[in-house]
C-alpha cells in the first residue's frame, strides 16, 4: 500500500522561498498514480494547488499559486516536491501531497476529498 510522508515545512518571511519534499514508499509512484499537492489554511476550505500530468500532459496550478510554484516528479527517489517562490502571508496552511490510481494517459484534477493516498502533512508559515 502506498505511503507517504512530507517534510519541508518551515516558518519564513514574506518573498521567501521553500522546497517541500513528499516521499512516497510501498508502491512507485511511475505511471501509476496522479499526484497533487493539497493545502488547508485554518477556517478555509482544502484546496488542490498543483498536479501533475493533466491534460496535454501538462501540469495545473490554481491561480492563487500560479507562477510561484513548481510541482515535479523525480522517479529515481520516488518523491514528489514542490517549489516555493515569492511567499506570502496567505499561502500559510498545512500543506499535503495525495495520490489516486492513475487510470489513463492524463490526470484530472479532482476535489481533495477524492484522493485515496495522503501524507500527514508539512505546516508552511509566511509572517514577517
Known amino acids: 500500500q502506498l505511503q507517504l510522508a512530507e517534510s519541508g515545512g518551515a516558518s519564513v518571511q514574506p518573498g521567501g522561498s521553500l522546497r517541500l519534499a513528499c516521499t512516497a514508499s510501498?508502491?512507485?509512484?511511475?505511471?501509476?498514480?496522479?499526484m497533487v499537492w493539497i493545502r488547508q489554511a485554518p477556517q478555509k476550505e482544502r484546496e488542490v494547488v498543483a498536479a501533475?500530468?493533466?491534460?496535454?500532459?501538462?501540469?495545473y496550478y490554481s491561480d492563487s499559486v500560479k507562477g510561484r510554484f513548481t510541482i515535479s516528479q523525480d522517479d529515481a527517489t520516488n518523491t514528489l516536491r514542490l517549489q516555493m517562490m515569492s511567499l506570502e502571508p496567505e499561502d500559510t496552511a498545512m500543506y499535503y501531497c495525495?495520490?489516486?490510481?492513475?487510470?489513463?494517459?492524463?490526470?484530472?484534477?479532482?476535489?481533495?476529498?477524492?484522493?485515496?493516498?495522503w501524507g500527514q502533512g508539512t505546516q508552511v508559515t509566511v509572517s514577517s
Open positions: 495525495a495520490a489516486a490510481y492513475r487510470t489513463g494517459s492524463y490526470c484530472h484534477v479532482f476535489s481533495p476529498s477524492a484522493y485515496a493516498f
Open positions: 510501498g508502491d512507485a509512484l511511475y505511471n501509476k498514480y496522479c
Open positions: 501533475l500530468h493533466t491534460s496535454g500532459g501538462s501540469s
